[in-house]
């Protein structure tokens, strides 16, 4: 887990790993010569530049991303923008624990061989020491806003393959529902993934499986493994050592740094922009000015309500923030609203687009409020904000998505979405309780609050679970939990996180230190059975690290802060969350 006050190092320039071939018509296969791999596009599909967005999220550094082909005929939504579904292709080598340990000590020795010399860092493709080994931890850790449906396993073509939907369902113009093929290929992991909205998913979904099963393999020796200590030319981010450090060195730091940031920001404006400052961001807009000061008020708005509601949440330090007020453009609004993680360093930067409003439309700042809340949350307390149980995680995105400011004062009304699926739910739970057939559409608080990420989204009732999510969210940052009889349960149970996550963060490093000394102490040695035990134990640190840690945080949470709990207590919770839920949907 990145620390957000710990060392980066942030690529600048990549070795490439992907070698293009001029495309022919949309229609016939593509060709990565460099990588090794054959692919065929559906119909209307073109390659197109850059990564996941066209609008500050691509990750130019990113060496799992290889190629990105866009659909040139975009679909029509209801809000009247168009989308043009994407296609992307990822690959993951494989690397055992030895030949990750091996790298880590040489990119260890080439950077403090560079500092001696003076010149500036030449590492390896270990930036940041994470190397990942699959798509679904690649997706954890660098996309947000989403959660995955139920995989299914199957052969596509001589390859096991695992086809995995991702749902994000709270955009800013509709949701979405991509799908994800990642096929078991040797010497690793090869994904195709596609983007489309949800109203389209379930038509587009023949084209996308034609283009799963049109992968092959086409470089004699298999795929492309790039190896792990290839130097790459890095920028470097001054460390900051919070044990070590005094506040006024540490704000040194980042007050330098935002002047770096702001400073390139402005000399690389595009045509036709303009700027200003306020107390915590730097405004880019090509929108008129009063637009802009809107939107930017909006963001401070919203992060001095984040100070207040959440003022425990950690003790981070404030970063400079680079807000960009795009127009409204509906050839390029496609993943506008999907937040991807670009790093931590000192500045990060948050996207609005404007768009038009219409009638039942989300709230109109939606995409800049989840980016606000996200850089803030990261900023205060980035391991807690990423270990979050889900049901919590889930319930801020939808429910501060919400946010709109009326007669002076930011609002957080559940939207047509959430009022829909809440009615809907209630409709179903009403008919479960009279026939009991199947698991209830709307879960007890009781259940809710302690289910882990699988587990909430399992079964037809997931966009009533989401929803739920939210409403309970709803309820105890601005409705009756927030005060009286429950006004300390959301409180006292962040405060549990807090020291938890503190503790499990120090275990996994001394874990990983420990991981660390007996592979150094086995580098001599070449018994097999060592080499393979250690390989089984770092798979196994992994697997920790994603899943069951955090049914660990979710439990010990929720003992701590519910364990007292009679029935009759859960009963009242949950009848008093109801009633307010069921007020909202009128």
């Known amino acids: 887990m990145r620390n957000h006050l710990r060392n980066r190092w942030i690529a600048a320039t990549c070795v490439a790993v992907v070698g293009l071939t001029g495309s022919l018509r949309a229609q016939d296969a593509f060709t990565n010569e460099a990588v090794g791999y054959k692919v065929r596009p559906p119909d209307g599909y073109k390659k197109a530049p850059g990564g996941f967005s066209s609008f500050g999220f691509s990750f130019g550094a990113d060496r799992y ?3 990105t082909f866009e659909n040139t005929r975009g679909i029509a939504t209801k809000s009247g923008w168009d989308y043009k579904p994407r296609m992307y292709t990822l690959w993951f080598p494989a690397r055992s624990a030895v030949e990750i340990k091996k790298a880590e ?3 260890e020795k080439a950077a403090k061989e560079s500092a001696k010399e003076g010149d500036g860092p030449a590492v390896s493709f270990l930036v940041g020491g994470r190397v990942i080994q699959s798509f679904e931890e690649y997706a954890k850790d660098r996309i947000t806003g989403f959660y995955f449906g139920d995989e299914k396993k199957q052969t596509i073509g001589e390859f096991p393959a695992t086809l995995r939907p991702m749902i994000f369902e709270k955009l800013q113009n509709e949701p979405q529902r991509w799908l994800a093929c990642s096929l078991n290929v040797p010497g690793g992991e090869f994904t195709i993934l596609f983007s489309a909205p949800e109203s389209h998913a379930d038509k587009l979904r023949a084209d996308f499986m034609n283009a799963f099963k049109s992968f092959k393999i086409v470089r004699d020796g298999g795929l492309l493994i790039p190896p792990l200590t290839e130097k790459i030319d890095v920028e470097k981010t001054p460390e900051i050592d919070r044990d070590t450090m005094s506040t006024d060195q540490i704000k040194q730091i980042l007050a330098a740094e935002r002047e770096k940031a702001f400073k390139k920001a402005l000399d690389s404006m595009e045509k036709g922009w303009k700027s200003f400052e306020t107390e915590h961001f730097l405004v880019l807009y090509e929108t008129e000015q009063k637009y802009a000061k809107q939107a930017a008020q909006h ?16 003790d981070g330090f404030e970063q400079s923030q680079i807000l960009k007020v795009y127009k409204y453009d509906s050839s390029n609004s496609s993943n506008i609203s999907i937040t991807f993680r670009t790093g931590s360093g000192p500045t990060v930067q948050v996207i609005h687009f404007r768009q038009p409003v219409s009638k039942g439309h989300e709230a109109e700042f939606s995409n800049l409020n989840t980016s606000v809340m996200s850089n803030w949350f990261s900023q205060k307390n980035e391991e807690l904000y990423q270990r979050m149980p889900r049901w919590l995680g889930s319930g801020l995105d939808g429910f501060i998505d919400d946010a709109e400011k009326t007669g002076g004062k930011l609002r957080f009304e ?3 979405w959430e009022r829909d699926r809440m009615i809907d739910g209630f409709n179903a739970q009403k008919k479960w309780e009279k026939d009991k057939v199947g698991e209830p559409p ?3 608080l009781r259940d809710l609050l302690k289910m882990a990420s699988k587990e909430l989204w399992q079964g037809d009732s997931w966009t009533y679970t989401s929803a739920q999510c939210a409403s309970v ?8 939990g927030s005060r009286g009889k429950y006004a300390a349960v959301l409180r006292n149970y962040i405060t549990h996180l807090y020291t938890l996550v503190d503790e499990v963060e120090k275990r996994l490093k001394a874990e990983e230190e420990e991981r660390k ?5 086995q580098d001599s040695m070449s018994d097999e059975e060592k080499l393979a035990a250690e390989d089984e134990a770092y798979k196994k640190k992994r697997k920790d690290a994603l899943d069951n840690v955090e049914k660990e945080i979710l439990d010990k949470a929720y003992a701590l802060t519910f364990g007292d709990w009679t029935d009759a207590d859960w009963r009242a919770f949950h009848n008093s969350w109801e009633q307010y839920a069921a007020g909202r949907t009128k």
Do not use: N, Q
Not at 473 to 480: D, I
Not at 517 to 521: D, P
């Open 473 to 480: 969210c709803r309820y105890l940052v601005e409705g009756p």
């Open 414 to 416: 559940a939207d047509e």
């Open 105 to 107: 000590l040489e990119a």
């Open 517 to 521: 000394k007996l592979s150094a102490a």
């Open 65 to 67: 991303l290889l190629d």
């Open 442 to 444: 709307m879960k007890e």
């Open 299 to 314: 963001a401070e708005d919203l992060r001095a309500w984040l100070e207040t509601k959440f003022a425990g949440i950690g």
